[in-house]
């Protein structure tokens, strides 16, 4: 019979991913409309750009977590 247990360290590193996405989902949108409320400051293209990166970081570790839970859950051997 097999023995299908949980990778608890496998599963804690996926957690600890998706919790670095969810402060990125926040922080991500937040600097975007800071970025786009106020067009005239200097600093205006460098914030657009952070806020992006952010954004599409925040995607990228939702997956790499999701994926990460899986195969601990779902290993092969």
């Given at each position: 019979m097999e023995n299908n247990k949980t990778d608890r360290?496998?599963?804690i590193k996926g957690i600890k991913t998706l919790a670095f996405a969810l402060l990125s989902l926040f922080l991500?949108?937040?600097m975007?409309?800071?970025a786009f409320s106020d067009k005239e400051n200097p600093l205006y293209?460098?914030?657009?750009?952070?806020?992006?990166l952010i954004s599409a970081?925040?995607?990228i570790l939702i997956f790499k977590g999701i994926k990460i839970i899986m195969?601990?859950?779902f290993k092969r051997e």
């Open positions: 360290t496998l599963l991500g949108p937040i975007l409309s800071k293209i460098p914030t657009l750009i952070v806020g992006c970081f925040a995607v195969s601990s859950m």
